[in-house]
């Protein structure tokens, strides 16, 4: 197990600058998700502490060792790519033994190291036959397998699972995410779902346009977002977001948006008459039957058994709010929505930072 740093990371290609002074830690045995839409850098972010990509300014560490110029053989990392990249003339066991082949190693010790990750991935039936052979998940599983036997000090994952079915997906995070509670080493992990990250991660880096935007825990950035990208990005559905101007008056302070008053806790940092973003959760918003609260139209329903996503339009504007459970309400219905200001969040309308 290892730490990682990364101190004023920059990363051009050519005139194209792609990665912006990145820096961050990671501690030893964390498990961190790089999250962002594509083109955000998060990738190259990887591929630069796996030594696939140069460095074009800043510094990297694993265990406070500069690795800006070493190898990827000499970094003591195994990655797991979206693709699997394993070799088709091979068995299972061939692929996973394939490493340790090239260094040499012990066959005693090649043996043991591929029957011990077998037998944590589940892949005993499955050593003698080849990937061609092998279902998307099960081929993943070899590719995990094959980082496994190497007992690396950092494990890489690239988007591993963005070739997999839905359901497939949902297994496999269990599967990867039981496998760092069992094998506790550091894992830096990239992907542009959100959910992935949500579900796995011990702490989140938001990426976008080559910079950080917030740091933390899973928790952390759903219930405070640092600024309005995060506050959009984490989170499914995403956040309703509504532009407006913040009132203050006799002690209490509310949103005007849409022709309707939203409840808001009082920011002393803000000022009567400022330009805002007011964002609040699907699932923070309550359908009321009392008649009471902001009148909203029914476009969509859409019941998923457990829950009903509604959407909605205020104003002109729509809004999508999730109900637990089952309703009686059909399109075209007027329903009320009633929202707590200690869920709400407010942004501020020019730097889209968070109001605290």
């Known amino acids: 197990m ?6 004023n990371i920059e990363k051009s290609f050519g005139a194209t600058k792609i990665i912006h002074g990145i820096s961050f830690d990671i501690s030893d045995g964390e498990f961190v998700v790089l999250v962002g839409p594509s083109g955000c850098g998060k990738s190259t972010l990887l591929r630069m502490l796996a030594g696939l990509e140069p460095i074009s300014g ?7 060792k500069v690795i800006n110029d070493l190898d990827s053989k000499d970094r003591d990392i195994a990655m797991v790519f979206q693709s699997y ?4 003339h091979m068995t299972v066991r061939d692929n996973m033994a394939f490493s340790l082949k090239l260094r040499k190693a012990d066959a005693e010790l090649t043996n043991t190291r591929v029957a011990n990750a077998a037998r944590i991935l589940n892949l005993d039936p499955l050593l003698d036959r080849f990937p061609r052979e092998l279902s998307g998940g099960q081929r993943q599983r070899v590719a995990m397998g094959r980082a496994i036997v190497r007992d690396p000090k950092v494990f890489l994952f690239d988007e591993p699972l963005s070739n997999l079915d839905a359901k497939l997906r949902v297994a496999m995070r ?5 496998l760092h509670q069992r094998l506790k080493t550091t894992t830096v992990y990239v992907t542009h779902d959100q959910i992935e990250a949500m579900t796995m991660a011990d702490r989140i880096v938001v990426m976008h346009d080559g910079i950080v935007e917030q740091i933390g825990t899973p ?4 219930d ?4 309005l990208f995060v506050a959009q990005f984490i989170g499914s559905p995403s956040m309703n977001v509504l532009k407006g101007t ?5 002690g209490r302070e509310w949103v005007e948006a849409l022709g309707q008053q939203w409840p808001s806790l009082t920011h002393a940092q803000a000022r009567d008459g400022q330009s805002v973003h007011y964002g609040v959760r699907p699932t923070d918003i309550t359908v009321s039957a009392s008649g009471n609260g902001i009148p909203a139209k029914v476009i969509v329903v859409e019941p998923t058994g457990a829950e009903t996503e509604l959407l909605l339009e205020v104003g002109g504007a729509q809004l999508v709010v999730v109900m637990h459970g089952r309703t009686a309400v059909q399109p075209d219905d007027v329903v009320h929505l009633e929202i707590t200001a200690e ?3 407010v942004f501020d309308g020019t730097t889209e930072k968070r109001l605290d």
């Open 2 to 7: 290892a730490s990682v740093s990364f101190k």
């Open 58 to 64: 800043g510094v990297i560490t694993i265990d406070d």
């Open 85 to 88: 990249a394993l070799y088709p």
């Open 174 to 178: 269990a599967e990867i995410k039981a």
């Open 219 to 222: 928790l952390e950035l759903f």
């Open 224 to 227: 405070h977002p640092g600024n």
């Open 246 to 250: 913040l009132r203050q008056a006799d």
């Open 343 to 345: 869920k709400s969040h």
